[in-house]
């Protein structure tokens, strides 16, 4: 007869599987609802986190008093408070009010506009506190969004706990970009274009997925396929067999073709075909130099990546997707937005003009998280058409933060960007390297993307961004290396 503790172990040990596998659904239904940009959306994909970890919570308390042995002595890292800081000001940002005398120190310009509003709505009305986000509600989100990021990086650490469980989320995380990329093709191929069961209104012609922009696509794209070549990379094998005599090299290409690593291949073609489908200029251009940036740095970092089979693979992606598949799936499209770009036929240079103007009067404390479509068109006159975002993540995010909400959120990429570069130069595992090649190449290609978009205000675009800056670590902590001689030390 079953004890009653076996049959608790039994009833923990599924619970922990069912919420892993609930994790993974929330990763694929993300970009779904129009890149989760809708606030019941992120809101419901936020609050599926923090419940799965919730009961993860239970799973470990059950675990603590039935295995104390088996229980990790570090469960949250000190990087993780630069999250809960950001997430907190934001919070803090909507919820306390302060004396006028101090938010005319902390931000004069916010209590000028409330001042001016109480006495259109309020004539003769006297209001001694106020908030700091010019709009409350927006920023309330915003900061439920980020709590939800701060629970996924946790169950990513949690439940992420095997070389299986790794591979298993990369990939899946990869065919979630095929998935975006063969629907936004098909829209295009058929000219039956629709959304998530919402007919397309904009980007008639281009790919966009089941996202509204096609930008956001692209934006979605770079990141998959740095993790699609992350794993490429990572499944490189180095056969003993000699390949100098033609039966060598005859298996050895068999084998190569009917490989997993052929099916990947085939996997990056298309996001690759879906990418250049979205005609974003910023998507292509940010991907490539990305791509040729982060080999750079992998080529001078470690010898592993100095060996001719790198060399291939970087050169194989570059040559065939920008040669054979940019003439079949029309790259001249591309090329000709790029050389048409100019300052004349383009508006986005204006709205950052204006945004130099805000920053002055709120570089401090921020307007408030996503309270900027509110308050840009003071600075604008109206003029231009209306704005929601302000098609550069860093000014946007430096002007609803300020410098207080902004620190922690550069420091944490940062973080990653070391981990990911730790990873890349250690020479304990292939997969970990490439792992540590697609963090890198992933953010820095979401990096040069943002200083033209707003793929940093996309919640679907947001939780994968966070995803590949808190991989690294996840990644050495489910293979169970320990860092050796790196900066690593720093996020510790």
Known sequence: ?????????????????????????????????????????????????????????????????????????????????????????????????????????????????????????????????????????????????????????????????????????????????????????????????????????????????????????????????????????????????????????????????????????????????????????????????????TSAIAFFSTRQFRRPGFVVVILSIVAVDITLLGTWFDLSQVLDRIENTGLDHETRDEVVQYMMKMIPDFWLAGTGAGAFAYIFPKYSGFVGGFYDHAHNDYLELLVELGVIGCIPLAGLVVLGLLNGWSLLRGKDSRLLSGIGFASIMGTVSLLIHSTVDFNLQIPANILLFVTLLALPRVARQALNHRHVNSFEDYAH
């Not at 989760?36 to 959306?41: D, L, T």
């Not at 104390?68 to 997430?87: G, N, T």
């Open 1 to 293: 007869m079953q004890t009653e503790g076996t049959v608790l172990s039994g009833f923990f040990d599924g619970l922990e599987r069912s919420i892993y596998v609930g994790f993974l659904a929330a990763f694929i239904v993300s970009p779904l609802p129009l890149g989760a940009n809708r606030g019941w959306a992120f809101l419901a994909l936020s609050a599926i986190f923090l419940i799965l970890l919730a009961g993860y919570l239970l799973v470990r308390w059950h675990r603590a008093l039935s295995e104390p042995a088996k229980i990790q002595r570090r469960f949250v890292h000190w990087d993780d408070f630069l999250f809960m800081f950001a997430a907190f000001w934001m919070w803090l940002q909507a919820t306390l009010e302060l004396p006028a005398g101090w938010m005319a120190t902390l931000s004069p310009v916010t209590l000028d506009i409330y001042r001016s509003a109480l006495n259109v709505l309020q004539p003769g009305h006297a209001e001694h506190a106020f908030p700091i986000s010019l709009e409350p509600g927006k920023t309330l989100d915003r900061a439920m969004l980020t709590f939800g990021c701060f629970a996924m990086v946790v169950l990513m650490r949690a439940l992420i706990n095997s070389r299986k469980r790794l591979v298993q989320f990369c990939y899946l995380l990869v065919l979630s970009g095929v998935f975006q990329a063969l629907y936004g093709a098909m829209m295009v191929f058929s000219g039956v274009e629709y959304l998530f069961f919402v007919p397309k209104k904009a980007y008639l012609g281009n790919a966009t997925g089941t996202f509204v922009n096609r930008n956001h696509l692209a934006g979605y794209l770079e990141m998959t396929l740095a993790l699609g070549i992350g794993l490429l990379l990572g499944s490189r094998k180095v056969s003993d067999q000699a390949r100098h005599h033609w039966r060598g090299i005859l298996t050895y290409v068999l084998q190569t073709l009917l490989s997993p690593v052929a099916i990947l291949r085939c996997l990056l073609v298309v996001m690759v075909i879906g990418l250049l489908l979205t005609h974003s200029r910023m998507g292509n251009a940010a991907f490539f130099n990305a791509l040729l940036i």
